[in-house]
Nanobody
Framework: QEQLVESGGGLVQAGGSLGLSCAAS????????MGWYRQAPGKQRELVAT???????NYADSVKGRFTISRDNAKNTVYLQMKSLKAEDTAVYYC?????????????????WGQGTQVTVSS
């Protein structure tokens, strides 16, 4: 079974930096897009950043210039480097990936989510 495992969350002071990583495992043929989403208490899950296999990136306006997404295709891993963190960045961060398993017919993509990792920014 394909799965995403996140690491790197924690507590940081406002203005600080934190890095997240997410590794995909399983019977993977390829991964198209990977990304990070977040959900704060009482709010809907929202996009933070995505990156394609070719390296094209997309960011939420609220994190542009502060967060950087990257990926290592050989390791099936996506990273999120966060700097100049604000209290409003506090949320559970979820990794997301669109994976084509080796058993997929017609190169069908399946969407997978990580278990989430807590990021807390103290002001």
């Amino acid at each position: 079974q394909e799965q995403l495992v996140e690491s790197g969350g924690g507590l940081v002071q406002a203005g600080g930096s934190l890095g997240l990583s997410c590794a995909a495992s399983g019977r993977i043929f390829s991964i198209t897009s990977m990304g990070w989403y977040r959900q704060a208490p009482g709010k809907q899950r929202e996009l933070v950043a995505t990156i394609t296999s070719g390296g094209n990136t997309n960011y939420a306006d609220s994190v542009k210039g502060r967060f950087t997404i990257s990926r290592d295709n050989a390791k099936n891993t996506v990273y999120l480097q966060m700097k100049s963190l604000k209290a409003e960045d506090t949320a559970v961060y979820y990794c997301n990936a669109h994976i084509i398993p080796v058993y997929a017919l017609g190169y069908t993509e399946y969407e997978f989510w990580g278990q989430g990792t807590q990021v807390t920014v103290s002001s």
